[in-house]
C-alpha cells in the first residue's frame, strides 16, 4: 500500500559523502515515521537511522556524528545524508516506513523499498 523508491547510492571514496533519498508514494497518512536500514556482505540486516514525523530521531551508534536523517514531509521524502564515509559503510541501504512511531526494529516496519547500493573505496 506504500511503495518506497531509494536513489542517490553509488561509488565514493573513504572520507567522501553521499545523500539518499527515499520517495514515499501510494497510501501514505502523513503520520509515519521513516527509517534507514543497512545489509553488509555476510552481516545482517542493522539499524542506522530513523526520524518520526516530527523531530525525534534516532541513530545507530556506529554512524552517530557523521549521518544525519531529514525528511521533507511535503514531498513525502526522507533523506540520508553520510559524511566521512567508510568502507565499512558500504553496504544496500534500504528505506522503510511505518504508521506509528519511529523504532530502530526492522521489525516494526512494514513497508520497504527495493534498497540502493553504496559502495566505499579505501
Known amino acids: 500500500q506504500v511503495q518506497l523508491v531509494e536513489s542517490g547510492g553509488g561509488l565514493v571514496q573513504a572520507g567522501g559523502s553521499l545523500r539518499l533519498s527515499c520517495a514515499a508514494s501510494?497510501?501514505?497518512?502523513?503520520?509515519?515515521?521513516l527509517g534507514w536500514f543497512r545489509q553488509a556482505p555476510g552481516k545482517e540486516r542493522e539499524f542506522v537511522a530513523a526520524r518520526s514525523w516530527t523531530t525525534i530521531e534516532y541513530y545507530a551508534d556506529s554512524v552517530k556524528g557523521r549521518f544525519i536523517i531529514s525528511r521533507d514531509n511535503a514531498k513525502n521524502t526522507v533523506y540520508l545524508q553520510m559524511n566521512n564515509l567508510k568502507p565499512e559503510d558500504t553496504a544496500v541501504y534500504y528505506c522503510?516506513?511505518?504508521?506509528?512511531?519511529?523504532?530502530?526494529?526492522?521489525?516494526?516496519?512494514?513497508?520497504w523499498g527495493q534498497g540502493t547500493q553504496v559502495t566505499v573505496s579505501s
Open positions: 501510494g497510501r501514505t497518512s502523513g503520520n509515519y515515521a
Open positions: 522503510a516506513a511505518r504508521q506509528q512511531r519511529a523504532s530502530r526494529l526492522s521489525i516494526d516496519y512494514a513497508y
